[in-house]
């Protein structure tokens, strides 16, 4: 059996990567020289913890500052994708907007729960990306959830409601466990577990990616991307760390095996999400903008040499 694999992007060996064939687009899209496209540049993958009045934690936020950094996003002209979308280079955005990956990690209550009537919380995470996806219908409300074993506080609607709602669901380990402190075996049964209970709570759904908890690779690195305990086989399309820049373009040179997130969090630690935003937006070069086609891949042509040759006969240099 097998929960989950990392060949749905299509191999690297495929003439035309599944992530960008056929995919429907506008009867005309933008220059990409007018909108200064640059589909080889930066994507800032931000990690959040909980979002809650009453921070402890260095990662935690409160609702204010989060709604805070959605606006700037927004007023910025970032758009959210999922990191299982990054991965696969599936970033249809619009024409001058750039991708950022909103993710999530330990599945608390302070991201999603829900009132008696079955409502949202209006102050979680998700609470609060809702209503701002509903004021400003150009930032379409997703994110991704690197959840747990009995996640939010064991409430059963939880992951059913995020794969309903268009939210990626992916794996942080049974027990939130430290892996470089476990064996191989111990390693393979955590993320097995973590998916048989992530699948089992929402059938169908598919588990791309998974977060390091503590950002600790175990001892054998290629465990934290695939392997297999007790019959089922795992292998996750991406890894992501914890810090501590943005992420290199899905169309460059990323590792898979590592993929780096910008902390956000109560106190600006180093090199965190206010850090980075500022940098990108005083460099606009520097940051992926969307030619507005996902069926090309745009950037100056002084940037060829870092497209990753699988991408070439999708890349349109100006």
Known sequence: MIFATGTACGAAADPVPAAIEKVPVATST????????????????????????SPVGEYDQT????????????????????????????????????PVVLTFDDSTITQLRFTEDAEVFPDTAIGIL????ARNPDFRPTATFYV???????????????????YEIGAHTASHANLGRLDSIGVQRELVENLRAIVTAAPGNRVRTMALPLGIFPA?????????????????????????EPAPSPFGQVDPAGVPR????????DFASAYWLDRLDRHPDQRYTSDGNPNK??????????????????????
């Open 148 to 166: 747990n074993n009995e996640p939010f506080a064991g409430d059963r609607r939880a992951l059913p409601w995020l794969a309903a709602h268009g």
């Open 130 to 133: 809702e209503e701002f996806g």
């Open 30 to 53: 933008p220059d990409p020289i007018a909108v200064r496209a640059n589909e080889l540049g930066l994507v800032p993958i931000l990690m959040y913890h909980q979002v809650t009045p």
């Open 297 to 318: 891949i745009s950037a100056p042509k002084l940037l060829a040499d870092e497209l990753n040759p699988r991408w070439r006969g999708q890349f349109n240099p100006y």
């Open 220 to 244: 054998d690195r290629v465990l934290a991307t695939a392997g297999s305990w007790d019959g089922t086989n795992y292998a996750f399309e991406a890894v992501l760390l914890v810090g501590a």
């Open 63 to 98: 609702p204010e500052k989060f709604r805070a950094e959605l606006e700037r996003l927004y007023r910025e002209n970032y758009r959210p994708v999922t990191a299982g979308d990054y991965i696969c280079g599936h970033i249809d955005i619009p024409a001058g907007t750039h």
């Open 262 to 269: 910008i902390r956000s969090g109560k106190r600006e630690v």
